[in-house]
C-alpha cells in the first residue's frame, strides 16, 4: 500500500453495514455468483449483533401465497404519501415468502397455530398487511443470518469503522473502500468491484438506536451519490423510561393515549385511525398537545385484559429483558399504569437514490437496508421487510454487475489522502468532546418546534446553529481511536443535519413525518416528488424527480381498516 501500514483486502463484493439489509445483501451476492465469486461484509461492531434488526423483535411484513400483493402495495403507497419506489416495494413483497423459507432453512422458527398456519397480526398504519416475527426476536434473527453467512463462505470482518469510499485509477467508479479497526485504529484498504453500502439511516444517539450512525449514507454522498429524503423522518412516541417493543399491538388491545387531564386525544386528530394511526401522526399530535400545555401525555395500558399482560412482558426486545428485571422502579416503564412519552425524532429516513436494482448513480455502488431511499414511511413491521426485500436485490444486482465491472485498481495518492483524512483529528494531547456538542445538537433537532412541527423561521434558525456548531467541531480532536470514531459519527451527524434542515425548508407543503406550519396542506400538484440533494460545488443542491407510478395512483386515499370499522361498529360509533 506504497509504504503505509495496514491491511490490503481484495474481494468481489463489499457489503458496508451488517444489519438486516447487508446480511441479506451478502448472503444473496453469495447465492447469485458463480462458484469462488468473494463477497466480504464488514461492520463497525459485531456482525450479528448490530443494526436495528437485532434490537428489535424482528417483526417484519410477509406476503403469502393468496395475499392481495396489489392491495398491500396500495396501502403501502397510500401510506407513504406517494413517496415509495413502487417497483421495489412490490417486488420486495412478491419475494418475501421466499426469504421466509430461507429464514426457515438457517433454522429460525415462526409461530404457527394448531392447524399449521403461521401466526400473523396486522400493524399499525395498515389494513392488508400482516407481520411475524422469529422466536427469539431480533437477536436470534440476526444471528442465524450470520451463521448462515460464515456457513456459505462469506468473509466476515468485524469492528472495521469504514472512514471512505474509493474511486480509483480511472475515477469513473467506486472501486471498494478504506477504514480503521474501531479498537485499535488498524488501517484497511478494501478493493471491491462492486460496493453495497448499508450502514442504515442517520440517527442523532437517540432511543434505544443510540448506536446506529448511518455513515455510509453521507460517505456516499461525498463520492458522488445523490440521497433524497431528508426532509422525512422516523418520529414516534418515546419515554424517559426504560424502552420497550410493543405499542402497536398494545393499542391494538386496548391501550390509549392519554393527556395529562386523562383525556383521549388521539380521536380528534385522528378521526379515522384514531391510536391506531401511523407513528408519524401520533408524534404530530404530541407535539401538538405539548403545545397546548397538556403534557405530559401517557400510554395508558390498563385496559389491557390480565390474561395478556404477561405478552407485552416477555415480548420485550429479548436483550432488554434481563435488563428490565433488574431496574429500579425510577427507570423502569409502568407497563400497565402509567408511563410519560413525548414526540421522539428517532432518525431521518434521508438514503442513498438507487433506482428498483438498488444500484445507485455512480458506477460500482449499491446500496441497501435504510440506506438506500425506497421509502419515506416504513410502518411497523416494513422497516425489516424492505431492508429484506431491497438487501436481496442489490447483492443480486452487485453480482450481475461483475460481469462488466474491471479489476480495481487502486491510486495510491487517494488512498494516502484518505489515510491522512482519516487520521487528522488524532491528537493524544487532545480531549474527547464531541459528546458534548452531540447534546447541543441534540438540543436543536429534538426540539419538536423543529423536528416535528417546522416553519421556516426557526429552520433557518436551526440551521445556523448546526453551522456554528459544525465550526466548533473543527477545533475539537481525538485522543484515541474510541474518540476518533465518534467524531467521525457526530461530524456525519452535523452534515446530516444540514440536509435535514435545508429539505425541511425546500418542501414546501405537508407530507407524512414532513409537517410544515406555514405551509400545512399536502399538495400533490407542486410536490408529489422525490427531493434529491447532491453536491453542488458550495452545498448540496435540491431538485424535484418526479415519482414513477407503474402499479397504481399515489393519491390513494387512506381507507379505515376493517378492524377498526368493526370495532367502531360494536363501540357504536
Not at 462488466?404 to 494531547?429: C, I, K, Y
Amino acid at each position: 500500500m506504497d509504504q503505509l501500514d495496514g491491511n490490503l483486502i481484495d474481494t468481489d463484493v463489499l457489503v458496508v453495514g451488517g444489519g438486516s439489509g447487508g446480511l441479506m445483501a451478502a448472503l444473496s451476492a453469495k447465492r447469485h455468483g458463480p462458484p469462488g465469486t468473494r463477497v466480504t461484509l464488514v461492520d463497525s461492531w459485531l456482525i450479528g449483533r448490530t443494526g436495528h434488526t437485532a434490537f428489535s423483535n424482528a417483526w417484519t411484513i410477509v406476503a403469502l401465497p393468496g395475499d392481495d400483493i396489489d392491495g398491500i402495495l396500495h396501502e403501502i403507497v397510500a401510506g407513504n404519501d406517494g413517496i415509495a419506489d413502487q417497483e421495489l416495494v412490490r417486488q420486495s413483497l412478491i419475494d418475501s415468502h421466499a426469504r421466509l423459507k430461507d429464514f426457515e432453512a438457517m433454522g429460525m422458527h415462526f409461530g404457527r397455530d394448531e392447524a399449521g398456519r403461521y401466526k400473523r397480526r396486522p400493524t399499525r398504519g395498515l389494513d392488508l398487511a400482516r407481520v411475524l416475527y422469529p422466536e427469539g426476536g431480533g437477536l436470534e434473527f440476526a444471528w442465524k443470518q450470520r451463521l448462515a453467512l460464515e456457513a456459505e463462505g462469506v468473509q466476515l470482518i468485524d469492528r472495521l469503522f469504514i472512514t471512505g469510499l474509493m474511486r480509483g485509477a480511472s475515477g469513473d467508479r467506486i472501486i471498494g473502500a478504506v477504514g480503521i479497526n474501531s479498537r485499535t485504529g488498524e488501517f484497511n484498504v478494501i478493493k471491491a468491484r462492486s460496493t453495497i453500502v448499508a450502514t442504515n439511516a442517520i440517527t442523532f444517539r437517540s432511543g434505544f438506536v443510540r448506536d446506529i450512525t448511518g455513515t455510509g449514507t453521507l460517505l456516499a454522498y461525498r463520492a458522488g451519490a445523490t440521497l433524497r429524503n431528508a426532509e422525512f423522518s422516523y418520529v414516534r412516541p418515546g419515554t424517559p423510561k426504560f424502552y420497550f417493543e410493543g405499542i402497536t399491538f398494545a393499542i391494538q388491545e386496548g391501550a390509549s393515549w392519554v393527556n395529562a387531564k386523562g383525556e383521549s386525544f388521539m380521536q380528534s386528530y385522528e378521526p379515522e385511525w384514531g391510536d391506531e394511526a401511523d407513528v408519524p401522526r401520533i408524534a404530530r399530535a404530541m407535539a401538538m398537545e405539548n403545545r397546548k400545555g397538556n403534557t405530559p401525555l401517557y400510554l395508558d395500558m390498563s385496559a389491557i385484559p390480565e390474561q395478556l399482560r404477561e405478552y407485552f412482558i416477555q415480548s420485550k426486545v429479548r436483550w432488554m429483558d434481563n435488563f428490565f428485571r433488574k431496574l429500579g422502579d425510577e427507570a423502569k416503564t409502568d407497563m400497565f399504569g402509567k408511563t410519560p412519552y413525548y414526540a421522539l425524532n428517532q432518525m431521518t429516513k434521508m438514503g442513498i437514490r438507487t433506482g428498483a436494482d438498488c444500484r445507485s448513480d455512480v458506477p460500482g455502488l449499491l446500496s441497501a437496508g435504510l440506506a438506500q431511499a425506497g421509502c419515506a414511511n416504513h410502518f411497523a413491521g416494513f422497516h425489516i421487510g424492505l431492508c429484506v426485500g431491497n438487501g436481496w436485490i442489490a447483492g443480486r444486482s452487485a453480482v450481475e454487475d461483475l460481469d462488466t465491472a474491471p479489476q480495481p485498481s487502486l491510486d495510491a495518492a487517494e488512498v494516502r489522502a484518505l489515510h491522512a483524512e482519516t487520521h487528522q483529528p488524532l491528537n493524544e494531547q487532545g480531549k474527547a468532546e464531541s459528546d458534548r456538542i452531540l447534546r447541543d445538537l441534540q438540543a436543536v433537532m429534538f426540539a419538536y418546534d423543529i423536528g416535528i412541527l417546522k416553519r421556516e423561521d426557526r429552520l433557518q434558525n436551526a440551521l445556523e446553529r448546526v453551522s456554528t456548531l459544525s465550526d466548533e467541531f473543527k477545533t475539537i480532536a481525538a485522543p484515541h481511536t474510541h474518540e476518533l470514531v465518534r467524531m467521525k459519527e457526530t461530524e456525519a451527524m452535523l452534515l446530516a443535519a444540514r440536509f435535514i434542515l435545508g429539505a425541511s425548508l425546500y418542501r414546501t407543503e405537508s407530507r407524512l413525518s414532513h409537517f410544515r406550519e406555514d405551509h400545512d396542506q399536502r399538495d400533490d400538484n407542486n410536490w408529489l416528488v422525490w427531493v434529491d440533494l447532491a453536491e453542488g460545488g458550495n452545498g448540496p443542491a435540491f431538485s424535484k424527480t418526479p415519482i414513477p407510478t407503474p402499479y397504481c395512483s399515489v393519491v390513494l386515499p387512506r381507507r379505515k381498516p376493517s378492524r377498526l370499522a368493526a370495532r367502531q361498529s360494536v363501540a357504536g360509533v
